[in-house]
């Protein structure tokens, strides 16, 4: 049933798509070629496949600000693999003269794509990765991120730990760059405010068997956890969490990934979870209210965080399109114009720091009946400290 | 003339668990001479064999090669010391020609087996040497035939040339006639005759004629154990011999 | 003769004036050289690849280990900031992964078979948790080499490796040096050796041989070549990751191995690019290209068994004897 | 670490292994039966897991969902056997390797297509969902424990199988000598056909009752075939006793080296086997 879903959508969005570019045949000027480069198979699939949908339906619905370009798009699967990353990137850049190529969700695959592309003719948008170096160490003026740092979510939970009273934490995570990012980004603010880390965990990536370190949890018994988790050890991880009895007696923070298209499959486990994010599914704005209908109608499922960063991602180019009147050929004046949109999101505005990482709100949330309802703003228009970034 | 002592036994036993294979056996080799070994089937003269080759080691007791304990070398140790086999089933390169076979052989002399860039096919001494063991056997024309392709009588030949490619002192033959017709046979008996005034050999056989016609030496081996040794007549007499071999009935001479 | 088939000659005669032409026709388009040059480093690994298990037959499911071995080392060895020898590199990688081949295969080649299979794979998997889990090599985000060394030898330098053209060229030499290699390799006296150990382990002991060193040799020479095609494959995107030491990458390259055909050498080049060639095709297809992707391997293995050297050289001898 | 949290730990980690055994018990009755090294093991545990969240959307039962998942299994079993696997007997190990490997490629594809990339997640069973508490605030899930005696249990029966029926007879003769069985007149084929069917089975119903404590997600089924490897490498080859002694040990490392030396924990077990395999190359129960 659902799959049958799945194919009518993609065939009507076909089917659109294909309407929309011939509303536009008249237009003289060659097509603005966007690559996309994300996993479509494999553990991060589903991400990848909201990520394109949010991308397509921001650019369609603003058709009319591309002055009389189509956008043709050529998607290539990074299977999330980094050892392919640097070829798709090169095949996208060199075979394809992409203008605009989005990607990726994994930050192993960032690392590789942005050794290729970085100071290439052509833009690059990462609307998900969130390694700190690609607009720190690595930044470049034609890399762009629409989503965040790996700092930027995590920084603010650290404040808010010590606004809860809590003294004593224990940090968690998959041992790889993004988790690690993140558990420094909390510690940065948690110790800095007089809070003590106790200990700090890193599982080996992607393990999923929690019960070891559950149980050393259970017998330091600190104030609260912070973790930092996404996908399928999430969702294993808030559950078995529950099951040995440390829910409701431990209370459980995390970076917002922990409770991102995974509260389905965590059912009850998850309530009264504390994350922080530059995103909630309730936000109460108009752009996320519309957003989300919309995604809905068209695509037959929920929208998610995904979904809005490759929307956003679509507004970005929509509307320096826009500014520049469809002639995109100068890539100094793209960039200049880049840097200067004021995205209109579904999470709220935001605008883009000088190393090309968003300047937005963090929302500290709590799993309610399921659903990530926003608590309060953890921290306003956040910028990322881009350490390393020498543009 | 007494002949050398080139391989000994000394109270070879060999157990697999709780069966045993090979029960305190000591035979003594000589040079020069072809040691026949019988004995029905399960009466342990593979396993002797397979030991005397260094391929099974023995649970308890000794092998000596002129006079020192082999017992614990490694098996392709054996083979440099001079002491070549041949299979009961035929064990050759199937693929390649019959002179390379024999190559492979004469190479482990020749050396250079760890020269990565030098033609194989570039020495002509290792060809002659090859050739000539070939030619001993009687297989001279069959040189540059692929071996699975030659007759299995002649494979059988070319198994032995292989051995005496190696230039060994002894020789373990398993069953080198097994399967073979008549005049084949007869190929090989003469064969042997010959290369028995030159080498060791030791040679398992069910073909009695063919066993009692060669032997200088012959042991008669039971369920693992030594019964009588001795020249093929004194064998011939002996009435444990009849005993045993009555009492199995599954061997008729 | 050194090239002993028909089929053999005939590719080698295609493809390398072929491959040595081929950036004039490309040349306005960088992609389809880089890809081409990926494709020839692969084969490198391949080809090595295909002298263990269809060579000597040793079956390891463990090779990408070296692949990924080559990157690393000289992100561990070279300076950060400085361009380095190229040549000089060459040497010490080849020398270490040497090293640890020497290391590991006295362990490994202890075991045969299916035990040697899981062997290789539990070291490789050591190496790349190895890998994701240090911070220092920049984890399962792996690192990037930023400077790509110099190819000077006494002052003269032929390949500029930031051009992709030259890049390519380097690749081909190197390609074709390895072939040349193997193929010396296997005429050789130690070749005679490695056919006979591979063709009758058995037989070859009791001729009083001590295979287990030829079997040594034999991993040492492949891993450190295997090394040497990680090394380039570094060096072209400049950039090292763990999922190159992952079990996929060796089930892979076994995979290219058996369909250009077990042991024939040449056929790795064949193997890889047709594995490539389909992946691209079937990728840009549809999305679900993995579906049939595994649908053509078991094909594969059924019906096409002599792998694509195999098929040549059938349909050669064929004619021939019309 | 207190004697308290020593027990815990102890407690985890032969739960782990008792659940690797149930995974790895497949693999090596396949392989010690028949000879075939299935690298798409993992791929069924996977399919087990998905299965298991299916059958639990449509009808809410667990246990019905595991039966029914577990008969689903034993007919892709026998089909798998008796189309592609028959060819493999009397090739050698490469062939396997390849063949199973695509197989992996084409269940990923599958997987993809039927049931999509999101994690998913199965609730534990009603009856089971409680917790018992163990020490301090730490509490011990039921099913965890149920999961445990249900492995213990296939272990018994499998031992009880093997050593005391006829078919268990034929198991143990066709391990050591596939002419013996023929003489026997048995079909070889039949009993083949079989075996290969129970063991993708055991893989699935491992992924069923694995479903309500994982998070069923692509690729899961090849990171615990690496595992599970490890298991029958150590134990060795094609024995059953030899995966059970093998699961513990790798799920005991396991667990106390994440917490001892974490910085090692993901390559202890790989460091364990290559050192049980320096004193014993067959494993330790090799046949």
């Known amino acids: 049933m659902k799959n049958k879903n799945k194919i009518l959508n993609t065939a009507l969005l076909g089917l659109s798509l294909v309407s929309l570019s011939t509303a536009l045949v008249a237009a003289e000027q060659d097509p603005i070629k966007v690559g996309v480069m994300l996993?479509?198979?494999?553990?991060?699939?589903?991400?990848?496949?909201?990520?394109?949908?949010?991308?397509?339906?921001?650019?369609?619905?603003?058709?009319?600000?591309?002055?009389?370009?189509?956008?043709?798009?050529?998607?290539?699967?990074?299977?999330?693999?980094?050892?392919?990353?640097?070829?798709?990137?090169?095949?996208?850049?060199?075979?394809?003269?992409?203008?605009?190529?989005?990607?990726?969700?994994?930050?192993?695959?960032?690392?590789?794509?942005?050794?290729?592309?970085?100071?290439k003719d052509t833009i690059m948008i990462i609307p998900n990765a969130g390694v700190n170096a690609a607009t720190g160490p690595l930044c470049a003026p034609n890399i762009f991120r629409t989503s965040f740092s790996a700092w930027q979510p995590s920084y603010p939970m650290g404040k808010v730990a010590l606004e809860k009273g809590f003294k004593k934490v224990v940090t968690l995570s998959w041992n790889y760059g993004f988790g690690q990012e993140s558990l420094d980004a909390f510690e940065e603010s948690f110790t800095s405010g007089g809070g003590e880390i106790v200990k700090k965990m890193l599982v080996p990536f992607p393990k999923t068997e929690f019960q070891s370190y559950l149980s050393e949890i259970g017998s330091i018994q600190p104030d609260a956890v912070f973790v930092f988790f996404a996908g399928g050890g999430a969702v294993k991880f808030v559950k078995d969490y529950d099951a040995m009895g440390l829910k409701g007696k431990i209370p459980l923070l995390g970076a917002g990934f922990l409770t991102e298209g995974t509260l389905e499959a965590q059912g009850d486990s998850a309530e009264g979870i504390l994350t922080t994010l530059h995103y909630a599914d309730p936000l109460k704005n108009e752009e996320n209210q519309t957003f989300r209908r919309d995604y809905?109608?068209?695509?037959?499922?929920?929208?998610?965080?995904?979904?809005?960063?490759?929307?956003?991602?679509?507004?970005?180019?929509?509307?320096?399109?826009?500014?520049?009147?469809?002639?995109?050929s100068d890539q100094k004046a793209l960039i200049h114009a880049l840097e200067n949109t004021k995205v209109k999101s579904?999470?709220?505005?935001?605008?883009?720091?000088?190393?090309?990482?968003?300047?937005?709100?963090?929302?500290?949330?709590?799993?309610?009946n399921g659903e990530n309802q926003v608590v309060k703003l953890a921290a306003s228009a956040l910028e990322d400290p881009a350490r390393g970034c020498s543009m | 003339m007494e002949n050398n002592v080139i391989l000994e036994t000394e109270g070879l036993c060999k157990y697999w668990g709780g069966l045993k294979a090979l029960d305190d056996l000591s035979l003594a080799f000589h040079d020069n001479q072809l040691h026949g070994i019988v004995g029905p089937n399960g009466a342990g003269?593979?396993?002797?064999?397979?030991?005397?080759?260094?391929?099974?080691?023995?649970?308890?007791?000794?092998?000596?090669?002129?006079?020192?304990s082999i017992s614990s070398i490694k098996p392709y140790e054996f083979a440099r010391r001079g002491i070549g086999r041949s299979f009961q089933k035929t064990n050759i390169y199937s693929n390649s020609t019959c002179l390379e076979n024999c190559s492979v052989a004469v190479q482990r002399l020749m050396g250079g087996s760890f020269n990565f860039f030098r033609s194989r096919y570039s020495q002509k001494m290792l060809d002659e040497i090859a050739t000539q063991a070939l030619?001993?056997?009687?297989?001279?024309?069959?040189?540059?035939?692929?071996?699975?392709?030659?007759?299995?009588?002649?494979?059988?030949?070319?198994?032995?040339?292989?051995?005496?490619?190696?230039?060994?002192?002894?020789?373990?033959?398993?069953?080198?006639?097994?399967g073979m017709g008549h005049e084949e046979s007869q190929l090989i008996i003469d064969l042997l005759s010959r290369l028995k005034k030159e080498y060791c050999i030791v040679l398992v056989e069910h073909d009695m004629d063919a066993i009692f016609e060669l032997s200088d030496q012959l042991t008669v081996m039971v369920d693992g154990q030594h019964l009588v040794t001795g020249s093929v007549d004194e064998v011939r007499d002996d009435p444990r011999v009849k005993e045993a071999y009555l009492g199995q009935g599954d061997e008729v001479y | 003769m050194l090239l002993n088939k028909?089929?053999?000659?005939?590719?080698?005669?295609?493809?390398?004036?072929?491959?040595?032409?081929?950036?004039?026709?490309?040349e306005q388009n960088e992609y389809y050289v880089n890809k081409l040059t990926t494709i020839m480093i692969l084969s490198i690994f391949v080809m090595s690849l295909d002298y263990l298990v269809g060579k000597c037959g040793l079956i390891t499911l463990g090779h990408a280990m070296f692949y990924g071995l080559g990157g690393y080392i000289f992100v561990m060895i070279a300076p950060e900031y400085e361009a380095v020898n190229f040549w000089i590199y060459t040497f010490y990688i080849c020398a270490i992964s040497a090293t640890v081949a020497f290391v590991i295969g006295f362990l490994v080649l202890r075991t045969?078979?299916?035990?040697?299979?899981?062997?290789?794979?539990?070291?490789?998997?050591?190496t790349f948790y190895y890998f994701s889990d240090s911070i220092d090599f920049g984890g399962t985000d792996g690192v990037f080499v930023y400077v790509k060394p110099e190819t000077s030898i006494f002052g003269l330098s032929l390949f500029d490796l930031d051009n992709p053209t030259h890049f390519y060229y380097l690749c081909l030499l190197s390609l074709f040096n390895t072939l040349l290699f193997f193929k010396v390799l296997i005429r050789s006296r130690f070749g005679r050796l490695v056919d006979a150990i591979h063709a009758n382990p058995g037989r070859t002991v009791a001729l009083g041989y001590n295979i287990f060193i030829y079997r040594l040799v034999s991993y040492v020479v492949a891993s450190a070549l295997g090394a040497y095609a990680g090394y380039l494959f570094t060096l072209q995107y400049g950039f090292v990751n763990p999922s190159m030491l992952s079990w996929t990458t060796s089930g892979t390259a076994l995979v290219m191995s058996i369909l250009g055909g077990m042991g024939s050498i040449y056929g790795a080049i064949l193997g890889t690019l047709v594995y490539e060639g389909l992946h691209y095709s079937l990728e840009h297809l549809t999305e679900h290209w993995l579906l049939f992707m595994g649908g053509l391997i078991i094909l594969m293995v059924m019906v096409f068994k002599k792998g694509i050297a195999g098929f040549l050289e059938d349909l050669l001898e064929k004619r021939d004897g019309k | 670490m207190d004697s308290t949290l020593f027990i815990v730990q102890l407690i985890n980690g032969l739960q782990y292994g008792l659940l690797l055994f149930l995974i790895a018990s497949g693999l090596t009755l396949v392989f010690g039966v028949m000879g075939i090294l299935n690298l798409a093991h993992g791929s069924m545990f996977m399919v087990g897991a998905y299965l298991a969240w299916y059958f639990v959307q449509q009808t809410g039962s667990f246990a019905f969902s595991a039966v029914i998942s577990a008969v689903i299994a034993l007919l892709i079993g026998f089909i798998v056997e008796r189309t592609l696997i028959r060819q493999l007997y009397r090739r050698n190990h490469l062939d396997q390797v390849l063949l199973t490997i695509g197989m992996i490629f084409v269940f990923n594809a599958l997987q993809g297509l039927l049931w999509g990339n999101d994690p998913l997640g199965v609730d534990v069973p009603q009856a089971l969902s409680a917790s018992i508490p163990l020490a301090g605030i730490i509490e011990y899930p039921v099913?965890?424990?149920?999961?445990?005696?249900?492995?213990?249990?296939?272990?018994?029966?499998?031992?009880?199988?093997?050593?005391?029926?006829?078919?268990?007879?034929l198991i143990r003769a066709g391990e050591s000598n596939r002419e013996m069985v023929e003489c026997l007149g048995i079909d070889i084929s039949r009993l083949y056909t079989i075996v290969f069917a129970i063991g993708v089975m055991l893989s699935a119903v491992a992924g069923v009752v694995a479903a309500p404590i994982s998070s069923i997600v692509p690729g899961m089924g090849e990171h615990i075939l690496i595992t599970c490897f490890v298991v029958v490498v150590i134990g060795g080859m094609g024995s059953i006793k030899g995966a059970f002694i093998g699961a513990l040990m790798v799920g005991l490392v396991d667990t106390f080296a994440s917490v001892l030396v974490p910085e090692l924990s993901s390559m202890m077990i790989y460091i364990f086997m290559a050192f049980i395999l320096l004193l014993k190359p067959q494993g330790l129960f090799s046949s």
Not at chain 1, 54 to 77: P, S
Not at chain 1, 95 to 110: L, N, R
């Open chain 2, 135 to 178: 030619e001993k056997v009687g297989l001279g024309q069959r040189r540059d035939h692929i071996a699975s392709q030659i007759s299995y009588g002649e494979q059988r030949q070319l198994e032995i040339a292989m051995v005496l490619a190696t230039s060994p002192e002894v020789l373990l033959l398993d069953e080198p006639m097994a």
């Open chain 3, 6 to 26: 028909r089929a053999e000659r005939l590719f080698v005669w295609i493809f390398f004036p072929l491959a040595l032409l081929m950036p004039m026709f490309l």
């Open chain 3, 112 to 126: 045969n078979g299916i035990y040697m299979i899981m062997i290789t794979l539990a070291f490789a998997q050591m």
């Open chain 1, 296 to 328: 809905a109608d068209k695509f037959g499922k929920p929208s998610d965080l995904y979904a809005v960063q490759g929307y956003d991602t679509g507004l970005m180019i929509a509307s320096a399109v826009k500014a520049l009147n469809g002639d995109i």
């Open chain 1, 39 to 119: 996993p479509f198979s494999g553990v991060y699939g589903g991400l990848g496949e909201a990520t394109r949908n949010g991308l397509k339906m921001a650019l369609q619905e603003h058709a009319a600000d591309l002055q009389g370009r189509t956008i043709e798009f050529i998607e290539m699967d990074t299977e999330a693999k980094p050892s392919r990353a640097p070829e798709i990137a090169n095949s996208l850049l060199n075979k394809s003269h992409a203008d605009f190529i989005i990607g990726p969700v994994h930050s192993g695959v960032a690392m590789g794509m942005i050794k290729v592309l970085k100071g």
């Open chain 4, 143 to 169: 099913y965890r424990i149920f999961v445990a005696v249900f492995c213990v249990v296939v272990a018994g029966v499998m031992y009880y199988v093997i050593s005391k029926t006829r078919l268990g007879m």
């Open chain 2, 45 to 68: 003269k593979s396993t002797l064999l397979n030991m005397l080759c260094g391929h099974y080691k023995p649970t308890s007791g000794k092998i000596l090669h002129r006079g020192e």
């Open chain 1, 346 to 368: 579904p999470r709220g505005d935001f605008t883009f720091s000088k190393a090309h990482n968003p300047i937005q709100n963090i929302y500290l949330r709590r799993v309610e």
